[in-house]
């Protein structure tokens, strides 16, 4: 890391890296615009997403699965 970090918030940086399509998809199982689900849900979430298997239809850049990982290190915060 080349500067400090700063706290990662749920609105600010980890739900708009949820497409409508995530959401749509995975609303049976969770609202990934929802910051409770999200947060419930959140070791299952980077499980699939730092494996590469979700989305469905592409893995995310490394930068997005480092950020979530960062949200999840400090605290999960709203
Ligand atoms: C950032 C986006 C996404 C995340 C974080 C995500 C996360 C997950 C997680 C954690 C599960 C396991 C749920 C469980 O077992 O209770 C799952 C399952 C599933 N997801 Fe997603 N998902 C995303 C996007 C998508 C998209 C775009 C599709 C397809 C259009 C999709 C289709 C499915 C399907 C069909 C399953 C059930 C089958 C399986 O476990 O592979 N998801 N997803």
Redesign the pocket.
Known sequence: MTEPALPVGYATSIRP???E??RN??LK??D?WRYEDVLD?RD??L???SAG?????GA?PASSVDLLRRWIAGGSLP
């Open positions: 890296l949820f497409r399509l995530d998809s995975m199982a969770f990934l849900h299952a979430i499980a699939r997403l298997t979700m989305p469905c239809d995310w």
